[in-house]
Nanobody, 119 residues
Framework: QVQVVESGGGLVQAGGSLRLSCLFSGSTDSINIIGWYRQAPGKQRELVADIGSGDSRKYGDSVKERFTISRDYTKNMVHLQMDRLKPEDTAVYYC?????????????WGQGTQVTVSS
């Protein structure tokens, strides 16, 4: 099993920065890709960024050039550096790790961390 805990959310003014962290533990050898998603009130959950094998990265169109995802292999952590934040970035941010265990597919999610950007 894989457990996920997010941290680093908070309140920031537009134009500011925040750094989110995702700490994961458990059957980490089976992990290939780790993603950050967000969900704003009344909206569907959407992909913000993910990082895969060989540190390949993918970003949502609305955060390209402003957010950076990185992985610390020594600490089992993934970070999301968010710069030039906008009010529309306000959402609960979740770390997601899909993985296989004993032949079954699982989707691990953290509890989420709130990011609020004031105008």
């Amino acid at each position: 099993q894989v457990q996920v805990v997010e941290s680093g959310g908070g309140l920031v003014q537009a134009g500011g920065s925040l750094r989110l962290s995702c700490l994961f533990s458990g059957s980490t050898d089976s992990i290939n890709i780790i993603g950050w998603y967000r969900q704003a009130p009344g909206k569907q959950r959407e992909l913000v960024a993910d990082i895969g094998s060989g540190d390949s990265r993918k970003y949502g169109d609305s955060v390209k050039e402003r957010f950076t995802i990185s992985r610390d292999y020594t600490k089992n952590m993934v970070h999301l550096q968010m710069d030039r934040l906008k009010p529309e970035d306000t959402a609960v941010y979740y770390c997601n790790i899909p993985y296989w265990h004993n032949g079954y597919y699982f989707d691990a999610w953290g509890q989420g961390t709130q990011v609020t950007v004031s105008s």
